[in-house]
């Protein structure tokens, strides 16, 4: 059996959910101000979205059309149940920081929009690559602007605590000098309005040539 | 917590766009002109408001009896998608002209952010029944006055000389940008100061 690359790549670039599509914008910025969280999130996209991404395309030969839509929102609304009480039960400290925005996952754009695009009319081989693409492609942009909100923010970049580690890294400089206001709500959208001319003009600029 | 309280709280403190970054979507996508702006800030205020109520009483009446509280999310989104279903079709029937103008709208709000969120924030604070309405209608209110006050600064922009790269969506995520930051002037300290809490 062939596999097609291109369905996984795609969503990594190309067709970037975050920066190119725009999609799922709630959580991007609702959880970006500390690395951990979202790498907490990612996950959790990543989970939810390969999964219903699987079983939708597995189905997609049962479900009536009439009621595609209703369908798809229970399955992926169990996804999350699921995950919910996965992360209240084993990681209760990024279950806390995600609060509302991890039920929310249910009606992030981007995994109803993939099963209703991709899903729905492709095989259940390319609709995994596929999220597993996007769901990466999340990952990168959701830690791009995490990393960059809590380090002008906080001057820290917060991982997991390992034994003595605590999870913490303080970057020198950053730390004494902390630019508050990228930690809060106004920066993160003013940092999404510049990531977004950025991509949008190194795009234009491929184009030209 | 008095309903003035919950009221300053969900239109200017936690505002649902530009402090919590629920409903951003609608709030992007549909604020390029005002009289859509308009639209969609009365429809989603309907929504909130009736969510809030319904999915208030569909936690108290059916989950908490049957320990069922973990199907929170599955339900809530259940309940919101029939519900604004059956709005459409009430409106259709009672208004024809109200549905000429919110029909648009309305199958979009079943995926808005800011309407299950409102629901479950109405949970997590364990706000009563009043409460979960004030709540959701001042949600709605205050996702109306940013996609409002959006739409008018959009306006204005389009006849502005934009630099290509910053044209279209980047200018206006830094308008929000800059309307969040006046935003903070509405601090937790005001309810204090007003003396409701």
């Given at each position: 059996m062939k596999i097609n690359w291109k369905e996984l790549t795609?969503?990594?670039?190309?067709?970037?959910?975050?920066?190119?599509?725009?999609?799922?914008l709630c959580p991007t910025l609702g959880v970006s101000t500390q690395v951990s969280n979202a790498l907490g999130m990612s996950a959790g996209v990543l989970f939810v979205l390969l999964f219903s991404n699987l079983l939708i395309s597995a189905l997609r030969n049962f479900?009536?059309?009439?009621?595609h839509i209703p369908a798809y929102v229970v399955i992926i609304a169990s996804l999350v149940t699921i995950i919910e009480m996965v992360m209240h039960a084993f990681v209760p400290a990024v279950y806390s920081a995600l609060g509302v925005y991890l039920p929310l996952i249910v009606v992030n754009c981007i995994i109803l929009g993939r099963a209703e695009a991709f899903a729905t009319r492709n095989t259940v081989l390319d609709s995994v690559l596929d999220a597993i693409g996007m769901a990466i492609g999340f990952a990168l942009g959701l830690t791009l602007i995490a990393v960059i909100r809590e380090l002008l923010g906080s001057g820290t970049i917060t991982l997991f605590a390992v034994g003595n580690f605590d999870g913490v890294i303080r970057i020198p400089w950053f730390y004494n000098n902390p630019i508050r206001v990228m930690s809060l709500a106004p920066g993160a959208l003013l940092l999404m309005g510049y990531l977004k001319a950025f991509f949008d003009w190194t795009g234009a600029r491929k184009k030209d040539r | 917590m008095s309903y003035i309280a919950i009221l300053l709280t969900f239109v200017?403190?936690?505002?649902?766009?530009?402090?919590?970054?629920?409903?951003l979507c609608p709030f992007i996508?549909?604020?390029?002109s005002s009289a859509n702006a308009i639209g969609m800030g009365v429809s989603v205020t309907f929504v909130t408001t009736a969510s809030s109520v319904v999915a208030w009483a569909v936690y108290y009446f059916l989950l908490v009896p049957m320990h069922l509280e973990y199907l929170q999310t599955l339900t809530f989104i259940l309940v919101i998608a029939s519900l604004v279903q059956l709005l459409e079709m009430v409106i259709q029937k009672i208004s024809p002209a109200l549905y000429q103008a919110l029909g648009i709208y309305l199958p979009l709000i079943?995926?808005?952010?800011a309407v299950l969120g409102i629901a479950i924030i109405n949970i997590t604070n364990s706000y009563n029944v009043m409460e979960s309405f004030t709540a959701g209608f001042a949600a709605g209110a205050g996702f109306t006055l940013a996609i409002v006050l959006m739409s008018n600064i959009r306006e204005k922009l389009d006849l502005m000389p934009v630099r290509r790269a910053f044209r279209g969506m980047p200018i206006a995520f830094i308008s929000a940008g800059l309307m969040a930051l006046s935003f903070m002037?509405?601090?937790?300290?005001l309810l204090t100061n007003l003396h409701l809490v």
């Open positions: 795609k969503g990594i670039f190309k067709e970037n959910p975050v920066f190119v599509i725009v999609l799922g479900i009536p059309d009439s009621i | 200017f403190i936690n505002n649902f766009i530009l402090v919590q970054f629920l409903g996508g549909v604020s390029k079943t995926t808005n952010c002037a509405f601090d937790k300290a």
